[in-house]
């Protein structure tokens, strides 16, 4: 269900680590209930650009309007933003110190200001849709990967955001734990929610993905949908790196 | 009961029972207690805040500097203000700053007790602050990164996400640091403290007899040091068990 309303817009995005300049300009609208998946070969920048939307990244030049606030005014208070732009890491990183249900609740307790009993329900209705409801007392230490990055995607979920970032969500989880993961994140764009996904599961990028944005070199180098991107690729590096992947 | 062993109980009796001398070594023992206990208060909040700030200016002086604003210099102010403090209170000795806080800086107060708790507090919040600087250090950066990206400020994430995490870091660390600043508040004394080393120190003067009232107070700080050790072996097993 894309609408026509544009939820994230980059004007100029420039990102430089010292001297080493990782995004050279990028420039692209992701409108609401679009599931957007970049890809690319590592050291593209794919990453860094996604870290950069919430800001987990200083952007060195450029603009970024989130829901048309632009957010790397100095005037604005990410925190703010960033309570409506749920991130998923590589590496989960849940809290090691709390039970899976303190997780879950201590965003929305903390920052959202809900009681402990509603925000638990919530979370258990969201740990259900995930199939882990009976892991809800477990320590993160005590759950598979597969396990971590689906509580993971619901610690996020938990603060109802209106943007989901996944860096790489898959990539440290063995091969046999990656379908139940990339299920939970299918569901996700079943129901509509926005998705910026930086991935090297081509399938899932081919059967979700609404749009694919291929980065090389710090600049998007191809964007179009997948049927387009698949199966007419337009540049020469997108075609290498796809010969690489596929 | 041969001879010898009817001569120490009698120099006992003489050493600690006549003029109730013993109530020294029990005030002693107390006053030692109250300094580190204070001291260790002291040490761990000042601790808490420099290795705070030391920390943060770390790990955000270069987002800092791009966003520009005052943020970065408030934070670099600090910071150097910080380093100053580590680098004058780790340089000198304890019992040269001890006796400046009583003799310098609050000449109007009389009573050492709360000089001293000042003066070590001062100072064991230099070597808590680099124990606890370690711990957040210690602590993965994708914590921070996940507490910042659900809408934490920098610090309510340290609050909820890393501090909890740090303090079971450190603890065994910190425990040390506590058994260390005991024995360092033997040299209360110079500031006119009853502490336990003063008491043995002020027995043995006046009875002519030092090796009773001084092996006494050793093996009193020897039997609180042991104790001590023996809770933080507990302690680091039963952390280690809840890591998995």
Not at chain 1, 19 to 33: F, P
Not at chain 2, 6 to 29: C, H, N, P, S
Not at chain 2, 101 to 127: E, R
């Amino acid at each position: 269900m894309n609408t026509d309303e544009i939820l994230i817009k980059v004007s100029g995005l420039k990102k430089s680590f010292g001297e080493i300049e990782v995004l050279k300009g990028i420039d692209v609208e992701i409108r609401r209930g679009e599931v957007v998946v970049v890809i690319g070969p590592s050291g593209s920048g794919k990453s860094t650009f996604l870290r950069c939307l919430n800001r987990l990244e200083e952007p060195t030049d450029g603009n970024i309007f989130f829901e048309e606030t632009d957010i790397t005014s100095r005037d604005v208070n990410i925190d703010q933003h960033r309570q409506k732009m749920g991130m998923v890491f590589q590496q989960f990183n849940l809290f090691p110190h709390m039970m899976v249900m303190k997780n879950l609740t201590l965003a929305p307790v903390k920052l959202r200001h809900k009681t402990k009993e509603e925000a638990e329900q919530k979370a258990m209705e969201l740990l259900n849709a995930v199939g882990l409801a009976d892991r809800a007392d477990a320590y993160p230490s005590q759950l598979s990967g597969g396990q971590k990055q689906r509580i993971a995607i619901v610690r996020a979920l938990c603060m109802e955001p209106d943007v989901m970032l996944f860096d790489e969500p898959t990539s440290a989880l063995d091969p046999e734990m990656v379908g139940e993961v990339l299920e939970v994140m299918k569901d996700l764009a079943r129901h509509h929610m926005t998705m910026v996904v930086v991935t090297h599961e081509m399938g899932f990028a081919k059967e979700v993905g609404d749009r694919i944005l291929f980065m090389d070199e710090g600049v998007i180098m191809e964007s179009g949908t997948p049927e387009d991107f698949f199966g007419n690729t337009k540049t020469e590096r997108a075609r290498s790196f796809l010969d690489k992947v596929l | 009961m041969p001879d010898w062993f009817i001569g120490f109980l009698k120099k006992l009796e003489y050493v600690f029972l006549q003029k109730d001398r013993y109530k020294q070594i029990l005030t002693g023992l107390g006053n030692t207690v109250i300094i580190t206990l204070g001291a260790l208060v002291i040490g761990v909040i000042i601790g808490i805040i420099v290795a705070a700030i030391r920390s943060s200016y770390d790990k955000n002086k270069e987002s800092l500097k791009l966003r520009g604003g005052p943020g970065y210099y408030i934070l670099k102010v600090l910071n150097g203000i910080c380093k100053f403090y580590l680098t004058v209170i780790r340089g000198t000795p304890v019992v040269v700053q001890l006796m400046i806080a009583y003799f310098v800086i609050f000449i109007s107060i009389k009573d050492g007790v709360p000089i001293g708790i000042f003066a070590f507090g001062i100072n064991s919040g230099a070597y808590v602050a680099e124990i606890f600087r370690g711990g957040i250090m210690s602590v993965d950066n994708g914590q921070f990164e996940a507490g910042r990206s659900m809408g934490f400020s920098y610090i309510q994430t340290m609050r909820h996400i890393i501090i909890p995490q740090m303090f079971k870091a450190v603890l065994p660390t910190l425990c040390n640091e506590f058994i260390a600043l005991l024995k360092e508040t033997s040299v209360a004394g110079y500031v006119g403290v009853m502490d336990l080393t003063k008491a043995g120190n002020s027995i043995g003067g006046r009875t002519y007899q030092y090796f009773i009232p001084l092996f006494t107070v050793a093996l009193i700080y020897l039997a609180i040091v042991m104790l001590l050790s023996w809770l933080v072996g507990k302690l680091e097993r039963r952390l280690r068990k809840s890591e998995h």
